[in-house]
């Protein structure tokens, strides 16, 4: 009784602030919760501008002018950051703090989604020649000039020879072959494609990094270089690009950035960007120990679960926080299966051959998706703050296959997918035709509550069906290990960031020998075809859809990938969670969007 009324609770209170929309900048239809915190439409700043002062090519700022000083402080899950090396990082903690020390060439307007210059002042597009400008002026921050040689150097030894984290070169790959480069002069640089390629202007968001102090890294080989730039790097030593450089790393406790005073982003005061003097991330062991710190005041920020949404709201007019709902999340949550049948060095299987035999039987697959109760996971662990969902795309995808309607928990038909498969039931106890008992192990990364509160519910649910369902929660580099390097898991619970712009960036996860394929990994020099026939299909889709250039074209194209996961289901998607954030009331130029969340303009951020 007392959850019913929690949740009638939280629907009551969201139904008060889900009313005004965000401003429609984005060229799409929003969802109909896309929704700000109250009736006040977001003013949102004019687009930046170029404007060149003494010789340098600055990016401004239109956002209104604030005050310089203060701090932001954050927090982060787990045990913090692997790498500062923007290069080779593989999770989103230490790729949003890399992000912090090192631009791209391009970004994506967080409002309208169009891709614009960075590090780039301007760029034009002949044909299959993309053109490049850099910024006249602008420095790293130990006073060398950014020039083309970096950019050159960046992707000519380190993206086109995949060091670090090879996603990139596989996205940028047509037909199995990368973009020529070529320097036109100290600034400009010029890319050919060897086809029309949609998605290639926005690859170009790569970091861009210091020829002059990368060099000799990359120049010792992989292992050196991927061993470079460790959270137990002196941060003098550090030389970046962006808004804030290192200034302390404390293990399992904090990571300090400060403002960088080479920045070439400027307000309309013309005086250099960041306001803020520190940005501070806490690296809390839980979502419940976040909460508590920002409770006592020690954060700023808190990403709010769906069960403290209600107490938030109630609390916030006489609180020294703003709530803003931010719509869907943009990345996806899901059940992997491993369907690796292949051998490691030593000749021992990856995966228990009697359960490859379980797990790449497409019935025995459709049974766990049948078997799971996305509603009891939305409404007890979201207290409805969510959607369920079955796709590989975000529900703010502008790519989303809205034929995919999914489906409720169904036993009875997942019972029979199972008898369809030859397994046999005994007393509750699950068999296969061969008299094994059907066991095995589910993982997820320990510390983050939400997906631990999934693994609970997954387990229980397949536990109906007569499994029997180990669940494990790991450390996240020990997961991550299992994941990409060892291959020695049955199930994991996990989630990915995603872009509702362009599907391309899923390449690495979908296509046959990508990075990411952790479903089915594959030895990427690995001459052997053994491509599932869905797994070929994949490869072509990717590969075609990188080719047409309109949304017109390629929408039915990534509409059909989506089709065949949720057909094959290696990945089970389970929902999808609506962002709620909370923020400190003395933070100014906060403009939230759909796109890019509460705080991706932290330049612009300042205490009043």
């Known amino acids: 009784m007392k959850r019913i009324l929690l949740f009638i609770l939280v629907l009551f209170f969201l139904g008060i602030f889900l009313k005004a929309c965000l401003r429609k900048d984005i060229p799409y239809v929003l969802p109909k919760k896309m929704v700000q915190h109250d009736l006040k439409e977001i003013n949102y700043p004019s687009d930046e501008k170029n404007v060149t002062i003494d010789g340098v090519d600055y990016l401004q700022s239109q956002a209104p002018v604030g005050k310089f000083g203060g701090e932001l402080v954050i927090s982060t899950i787990g045990e913090g950051p692997k790498t500062f090396n923007p290069c080779n990082t593989k999770d989103a903690t230490s790729s949003s703090m890399a992000g912090l020390m090192y631009d791209g060439l391009v970004t994506t307007n967080p409002r309208t989604g169009k891709v614009e210059p960075l590090l780039a002042k301007s760029f034009e597009i002949n044909g299959n020649d993309y053109i490049i400008h850099l910024r006249h002026g602008i420095k ?19 993206v ?77 030593e550090i030389i970046s690009s962006g808004a804030f450089k290192l200034k302390e790393y404390v293990a399992a406790q904090r990571v300090i950035f400060e403002r960088n005073p080479n920045y070439y982003k400027i307000n309309l005061d013309n005086k250099k960007l960041p306001y803020l003097n520190k940005l501070v991330y806490l690296i ?39 709530v803003y709902n931010i719509g869907p999340d943009t990345g996806t949550m899901f059940v992997v ?121 997954v387990k229980q649910d397949l536990e109906e069906l007569g499994m029997k369902v180990n669940f494990k929660p790991l450390e996240f580099n020990s997961l991550v290990n299992k994941l990409t390097n060892t291959h020695d898991w049955d199930m994991a619970i996990m989630g990915l960031t995603g872009s509702p712009l362009e599907p391309h960036d899923g390449k ?71 962002r709620i954030v909370a923020i400190r009331k003395k933070f100014k130029n906060i403009f939230p969007t759909s796109l890019s969340g509460l705080i991706y303009n932290l330049d612009e951020i300042y205490v009043d």
């Open 284 to 322: 809390v062991g839980d979502t419940n120990n976040e909460i508590l710190k920002f409770e006592a005041k020690e954060i700023d920020v808190l990403s709010i679960r769906g069960s403290d949404v209600a107490r938030y709201k109630l609390r916030e007019p006489d609180s020294d926080y703003v």
């Open 160 to 236: 086109f020879k995949g060091l670090g984290n090879p996603s990139t070169m596989d996205a940028m790959k047509i037909d199995g072959n990368l973009p020529e480069l070529v320097k036109i002069d100290d600034y400009t640089v010029k890319f050919t494609t060897s086809k029309p390629f949609a998605p290639f202007l926005r690859q170009l968001s790569y970091p861009i990094v210091p020829k002059h102090y990368f060099k000799k890294y990359t120049d010792k080989g992989e292992s050196v270089f991927n061993a470079f730039l460790t959270p137990n790097t002196p941060p003098e």
């Open 337 to 457: 299966i491993n369907l690796n049948n292949r051998k490691d060095k030593n000749g021992k299987p990856y995966v228990n051959p009697i359960k490859h035999s379980w797990f790449a039987n497409r019935d025995f697959r459709a049974a766990v998706d049948w078997a799971i109760d996305r509603k009891n996971m939305v409404q007890n662990i979201a207290s409805g703050v969510a959607e369920p969902l079955f796709t590989a795309e975000s529900l703010n995808s502008i790519y989303l296959n809205k034929y995919i309607k999914g489906h409720p928990q169904d036993f009875k038909v997942a019972k029979e997918s199972l008898d369809n498969a030859g397994f046999v039931n005994r007393n509750g106890i699950l068999y296969d035709k061969n008299g094994n008992r059907v066991e095995f192990d589910l993982y997820t990364n320990a510390g983050n509550l939400e997906r631990e509160a999934l693994g609970v519910m």
């Open 508 to 578: 690495n996860v979908w296509t046959s020998f990508g990075s990411l394929h952790v479903f089915n990994q594959r030895d990427p020099n690995s001459k052997i075809d053994d491509r599932l026939g869905w797994e070929k299909e994949l490869d072509e889709i990717f590969k075609e859809g990188a080719l047409k250039l309109s949304y017109e074209e390629r929408k039915p194209i990534y509409d059909k990938y989506q089709t065949i996961i949720y057909n094959q289901k290696p990945i089970i998607y389970l929902y999808s969670p609506t």
């Open 140 to 158: 790293w921050t130990d006073g060398k000039l950014i020039t083309a040689d970096d950019v050159m150097y960046t992707y000519n030894e380190i």
